[in-house]
């Protein structure tokens, strides 16, 4: 099969063709029909993540259609039209038996833990537990949309954070998922306020629902801007970037009782970023974490593209070949595009 594949740490990646996938008892074969590049993938690239062995191929916002499933697969046949979460569960272990699959304690990730969907074919196992079935109206490039941001800033919001309509949501960083937290809050009724230093993804943020908006490098009081914009401070604030200053401005701009949900990956320096612990406890915020989405909860979110109620294409900024990969991801690291790139051609 066709694949772009490094084989060092912030090596060229290149285009090759590579042996195709094995396929698993109870896993299957997916022929790749789109895949986003995510900055999760430049993260494997640079060498922040210790479960990527090399050679390596990325990519992990997979839609496509299923070639082959093994003998235990029950759920599944050859044509499904299929998506998946980044992080799969293994299904067995407490924490899978428990529905919290997404912290799986043998989680795998495609473009991660394996080969990922930066290639004509990808490997899914436990298929019956971590593939999703794509509505036929649901298209392959919308559904890689979904792929982690999407369905992480949707799990951040509702199920982490119990977003209700009415409610100030502050979304610091205006990526990928900061714009899909922005969609899903502003269509489930809430008021965002969207942070960023880049105008427009700003303005990008605004056409998506955000009722205002403060850019970080002409406004340096944040966090006081984020409280009087919402009368007292966010109900819910979100670090989508990952970074020290993103997560301490999102905890310090909250209103009592208020929570903060840290979606944005913290690696290296930033792992070890400094909390306002003073404001924790004398405003009883919540600090929560949260990783991903599992499989059984995605059908929800399908249902509301469906009905129109979110739209996901809205954030595909650009469509590209297998070919132009290798850029696009290196690319990652500058933060320069709007919205999100989908692979879509192979």
């Known amino acids: ?3 772009a594949i490094y084989r060092g740490f912030e090596a060229p990646i290149t285009i090759e063709n590579v042996a195709d996938p094995g396929l698993l008892k109870a896993g299957a074969v997916i022929k790749v029909k789109a895949t986003g590049v995510c900055r999760s993938d430049w993260h494997g690239w640079m060498g922040h993540d210790p479960d990527i062995d090399l050679p390596h191929v990325p990519g992990h ?25 980044f992080v799969c569960g293994c299904g067995m272990c407490e924490q899978c038996l428990q529905g919290n699959q997404q912290v799986c304690d ?10 990922g969907s930066f290639a004509e074919l990808v490997a899914i196992n436990h298929a019956d537990v971590n593939l999703v079935r794509l509505p036929s109206d649901v298209d392959f490039v919308s559904a890689a949309s979904l792929g982690c941001r999407f369905i ?16 100030w949501v502050a979304i610091h960083g205006c990526g990928g998922v900061g714009l899909s937290a922005t969609m899903i809050a502003s269509a489930l009724g809430a008021l965002v306020v969207a942070v960023d230093i880049d105008q427009d993804k700003l303005d990008l943020a605004g056409s998506l629902g955000a009722v205002a908006t403060i850019n970080g490098n002409e406004q340096k009081r944040v966090v006081e801007s984020v409280l009087e914009l919402t009368r007292g401070g966010a109900h819910i604030s979100v670090d989508a970037l990952g970074s020290a200053q993103t997560c301490f401005n999102s905890i310090a701009s909250l209103r009592k009782r208020g929570k903060h949900i840290q979606v944005g990956l913290m690696v290296g320096k930033e792992a070890r970023a400094t909390i306002p612990f003073d404001k924790v406890v004398s405003r009883e915020l919540e600090v929560i974490g949260s990783h991903g989405m599992q499989a059984y909860r995605i059908p929800p979110i399908l249902e509301l593209v469906n009905r129109k109620r979110l739209d996901p294409g809205r954030l595909v900024q650009s469509r590209i070949s297998l070919d132009q990969a290798p850029q696009a991801l290196m690319d990652m690291g500058r933060f320069s595009g709007l919205g999100i790139t989908v692979i879509d051609k192979f």
């Open 1 to 3: 099969m066709k694949a």
């Open 106 to 115: 043998h989680q795998f990730q495609p473009g991660f833990t394996h080969w």
């Open 152 to 167: 992480t800033a949707f799990r951040a919001l509702v199920d982490q954070g119990q977003l209700s309509g009415g409610q």
């Open 61 to 85: 916002e997979l839609a496509g259609e299923i070639v082959e499933v093994g003998h235990d697969v029950t759920k599944w046949r050859a044509g499904d039209r299929v998506t998946v979460p």
